[in-house]
C-alpha cells in the first residue's frame, strides 16, 4: 500500500464524490448539494433518490472491500460523526454510505442504505 499525504487525500475524495454524484444522477437522483456544511460536520452529498426520499450521502473510496462492514469502513469516530448529523438534517433524512471502489478507470459503486 502507498501511503498518501493530505493534500493527494483530498484530490482522491473529491473525485470520488463527483464520480459519485454523477453516477447517481445519471439513475435519477435529484443532487441537491455537495460538501454541505452543517455546523461542524459536512456531509459529502445531499441528495433525492428517485422515489423522493431525502438522503445524506458519506462517499468513501477504498481499491476493495473484502468482508468489511460500514462500521469498519467509517470507523467509531465517522460514525458518531453521523449520527450527530441527524440534529441538523430534515425529519426522515436518510444517511447512506456509497462507496467507490477499484482503481481509478474501472470504478464500480456500492451503496448501503441507512448507515447511521
Known sequence: MVAINHAQRA????????LAARSLARIGWAILARNLRLGQ???????????????AI?????DSVGAASPLEFLGARKM????????YLPEGCRIDLLLVLGNPGCERLRLVRGVA
Open 58 to 62: 458519506e462517499v468513501r473510496r477504498r
Open 11 to 18: 484530490i482522491v475524495g473529491r473525485e470520488a464524490e463527483a
Open 41 to 55: 460536520l459536512e456531509v459529502d452529498l445531499l441528495a433525492r433518490d428517485p422515489s423522493g426520499s431525502l438522503v
Open 80 to 87: 458518531r460523526a453521523l449520527r450527530r448529523q441527524r440534529a
